[in-house]
């Protein structure tokens, strides 16, 4: 009999984990459960954009994140959902205006000529800005970091990426900025960057064009070289003005800057022999030496900050956090209720198999739960309701098993051979129902809508885990209580008077 | 002991029991049809905030021991004096459609209204304090759906519906027969039938819309119709095997009536949780609950009444033996 007593061991090692789990990585809780709004955003096609494509939407994506993060809501997400639209949870956030008010509006982007007579200013802000930007790329461990500037041929290599503290702190004073006492140095970093960033910007003239003509952006490896290059498409008037704007500033020594939503992210010169026309034919590129990452980081801001495809909001949900609680409590009321009278029924209707029933249907709690916690399956109400749901089959799994043991018990079989023929006989009926439950699932998860999902991926779980239980937890746990001759009584699992004599 | 015969024979009964459901699911196209035809409803269930669109406010006002009363005409009344910031993309919405709803002895307040942004709805929640008094912050919740959004809804549940009743067709033709996946998708059909039915009758009668919750309460009767039916399935398939001399009727009685107990069983422990979620689940998964039960009785009595002695008819009759030999 050591057979049932090694499932037993394995089931108890899964409990274990499974409670290990469960104490380690907390269960998430949907917006529904713990307050909080939650926004859809509908990318819209527009001009010559029939479909939204797969990199588009990450291109808004891309650029609402960081506008998400200047909101400043703590475990906010931004996640793409289907071919076209985005969700936005913020959780905790009861007022939803801010978010959406940022989200509408499309980002600015800007091409500004340097003013003239600035030129010295510049000269001294630049570097700055570079060293600031490279020490705080390294600091944050982050590969990408803003791009390097077209940096005319022959000029020296940047510094390495360090930043000494006192110079840091003459660059701050210089500056006019202050920054408070214990201040961590990529604090310091980022007040001095936004103070250059503010400076330069305020160095260029109005802005001349704007990102809604910019109609693509793209990097290319450079033919002679190393290094990429990112390229510049502009509509007839964009390339027009273009053309104007690099005219004025060509070979002068001004920098044209491209701002995005008030920041400068790249300034680039402007050789020369453009003076006479200006860089014509709508189309341009910023040689700058780019890396590949660099080249994509700056595409990528061109082509979301022009935000070729307008967002609409679609969908607001806020729900208050004692609704929520209050939803939680009451759920989680009426399923501990509705499992304790499962509990006393199965325990009254089928005597010893059924309190081996609660211990198996208590695990396959426990399992649902860790599983839960592991994936991690956020939980929402239609979540929970899947959950419920899962439990009614899991029941019946075992509900299946033990009438077939009964049955061949009244027909007079022995204990033991009566146990094995009503687990094989019920199992090719579990296993119809069980999968056919499962049809629905991929159904309902494959193209229903995030509700839908959350209700398919909770169902699914447990139906495949009550296949597990019924019949591998439930099983070892009566074969191993077969073991004890005291326990083997037909009695213990139907009444006397329908034993056959 | 099989040879004595099953104590309850529900071919006996198949003529009551199709009269009720053939009364239950016309019962459930009139309710379909009069919602159809009914000018304020359009559809054959009266379709929710989800699948229309608009905008859902909830406020639940802060009183001491008892809210003052207010009737709904003052809150239409206030809601026409507002006037809401207009937005380029937004226009200037429509308040007088207005539906308002007092609960909990006027504590919590519910309004249905067009599609409003965030920072009209909170114009109007603001504008609102007059006449409501001080309000709960926290009790606050607001759903926004756009239009479009409800469609994708619609679409994806009916699209999910029609994909599930396939691959739960193949299945069981491959398991069993045609005839088989024939009576159980026949089955599931009027369990969704009678379900959708009641919810009918419920909104013409008191107003109830259903929601994307409903949409999930359907599909889940769905998958639980056929898992109870394939459960009987299964058992006339085995008695087919071992009383292959008997009558397909007598083989079905057989069968019905051995898998009577776990029916009853089954639906019995199903229905537990469900009933709990009903008595002491929060409001939101009430209809929820309630969509589910009905929707699991109606299976469970279809897979007892309705697709065995459906398949007793159509695959011979009495007289006709199995063509597989004993």
């Known amino acids: 009999m050591a057979r049932p007593q090694g499932w037993f061991a394995l089931i108890l090692a899964l409990a274990i984990a499974a409670a290990a789990v469960l104490a380690s990585f907390p269960l998430q809780l949907g917006l529904d459960l713990r307050g909080g709004s939650q926004l859809t955003l509908q990318v819209m ?21 960081r506008r998400v993060n200047g909101l400043g809501v703590a475990e906010s997400t931004l996640q793409t959902v289907g071919d076209d639209q985005l969700l936005l949870q913020l959780p905790g956030e009861q007022d939803p205006t801010r978010a959406a008010k940022v989200l509408g509006s499309t980002a600015l982007l800007e091409f500004r000529a340097q003013r003239p ?15 600031a930007e490279a020490v705080l790329a390294r600091l944050e461990g982050r590969g990408r970091q803003d791009p390097a500037p077209a940096s005319p041929p022959g000029q020296e290599p940047p510094p390495a990426p360090a930043f000494p503290s006192e110079e840091l702190g003459a660059a701050l004073t210089s500056l006019g900025v202050s920054v408070p006492e214990g201040a961590s140095e990529a604090e310091q970093l980022t007040v001095l960057l936004d103070e250059v960033n503010r400076r330069v910007v305020a160095l260029y003239e109005p802005a001349a064009l704007t990102g809604k003509d910019l109609v693509t952006a793209g990097r290319q490896q450079r033919t002679n070289g190393p290094g ?70 700056l595409e990528v801001q061109l082509r979301g900050g022009s935000l070729p495809l307008p967002v609409r909001i679609i969908e607001v949900r806020t729900v208050g956090p004692t609704l929520g609680a209050e939803n939680v409590r009451r759920s989680l009321i009426a ?76 027909r007079g079989n022995t204990l033991i051979r009566s146990i094995d023929t009503g687990f094989s006989l019920a199992f090719s009926s579990i296993l119809d129902g069980h999968l056919t439950t499962l049809i629905s699932c991929a159904a309902l998860f494959g193209l229903g809508t995030g509700l839908v999902k959350g209700f398919a991926v909770t169902l699914a779980i447990g139906v495949l885990l009550s296949l597990f239980t019924a019949l591998t937890v439930t099983r070892s746990l009566l074969r191993l209580l077969m073991t004890y001759p005291s326990l083997r009584r037909p009695t213990y699992f139907v009444p006397a008077g329908q034993l056959p004599a | 002991m099989a040879l004595t015969g099953p104590l309850f ?59 003052s009363t207010i009737e709904p005409d003052q809150l239409a009344q206030a809601l026409r004096e507002l006037s809401l910031p207009a937005e380029d993309s937004v226009r200037s919405p429509n308040l007088d459609s207005a539906a308002i709803q007092l609960l909990d002895e006027n504590r919590t307040v519910v309004l249905r209204l067009p599609v409003l942004s965030p920072a009209q709805t909170q114009a109007l929640i603001d504008g609102l304090g007059g006449v409501l008094g001080p309000l709960q912050t926290s009790g606050t919740e607001v759903n926004t759906i756009g239009p479009s959004l409800g469609r994708q809804l619609l679409n994806a549940s009916i699209a999910s519906l029609l994909v599930s009743f396939t691959g739960i067709a193949l299945y069981i033709s491959f398991r069993y027969s045609r005839l088989y996946a024939f009576l159980a998708l026949l089955c599931l059909a009027h369990d969704v039938l009678i379900t959708t039915g009641l919810f009918a009758w419920l909104g013409l009668l008191s107003g109830l819309q259903v929601d994307s919750l409903f949409a999930v309460a359907l599909l889940t009767v769905a998958g639980y119709s056929v898992n109870d039916t394939v459960v009987v399935f299964d058992r006339i398939r085995e008695r087919q095997r071992d009383l292959a001399a008997l009558s397909v009727e007598d083989q079905v009685d057989d069968a019905v009536a051995v898998t009577l107990t776990r029916s009853a069983y089954t639906t019995l422990t199903t229905l537990l949780p469900l009933l709990a979620l009903i008595f002491f689940g929060g409001s939101t998964l009430f209809w929820f609950a309630i969509a589910l039960s009905v929707g699991i009785s109606v299976g469970s009595w279809s897979s007892i009444a309705i697709a065995p002695t459906l398949l007793a008819v159509i695959s011979g009759g009495p007289a006709v033996p199995e063509r597989s030999p004993g």
């Open chain 1, 335 to 410: 399923a501990l209720s509705g499992l304790a009278m499962v509990a006393v029924f199965m325990v009254v209707v089928f005597r010893l198999p059924g309190v081996v029933a609660v211990i198996a249907l208590a695990l396959y709690a426990l399992f649902n739960l860790a599983i839960y916690a592991l994936i991690p399956v956020t939980l929402t109400l239609p979540g929970i309701a899947g959950f419920i749901l899962s439990v009614g089959m899991a029941v019946d799994a075992n509900v299946l098993i033990f009438e077939r043991v009964k049955e061949e018990l009244r």
């Open chain 2, 9 to 67: 024979r529900i071919n006996r009964y198949r003529r009551l029991a199709w009269s009720v459901s053939s009364g239950l699911c016309l019962l459930s196209l009139l309710g379909l049809t009069l919602s159809w035809l009914n000018p304020a409803i359009g559809a054959p269930l009266r379709p929710g905030l989800d699948f229309t669109g608009g905008t859902q406010i909830q406020l639940q006002r802060s009183c001491e021991a008892a809210c």
């Open chain 1, 117 to 131: 007579g600035t030129e010295q200013e510049m000269q001294g802000l630049l570097p700055l800005k570079r060293q």
């Open chain 1, 45 to 65: 096609p527009a001009g010559a954009i029939t479909r939204v494509e797969r990199e588009q939407l990450e291109a808004v994506q891309l650029v609402l994140d």
């Open chain 1, 228 to 297: 990429w290059d990112v390229t510049l498409g502009f509509n007839q008037q964009g390339g027009e003005a273009f053309a104007r704007l690099t005219q004025t500033i060509a070979g002068s020594g001004r920098l044209l800057g491209i701002v995005l939503d008030g920041r400068s992210i790249s300034e680039a010169s402007v050789g020369q022999e453009f003076a006479a026309a200006g860089i014509a034919g709508g189309a341009a590129s910023i040689t700058g030496n780019f890396s590949a990452e660099e080249a994509r980081d």
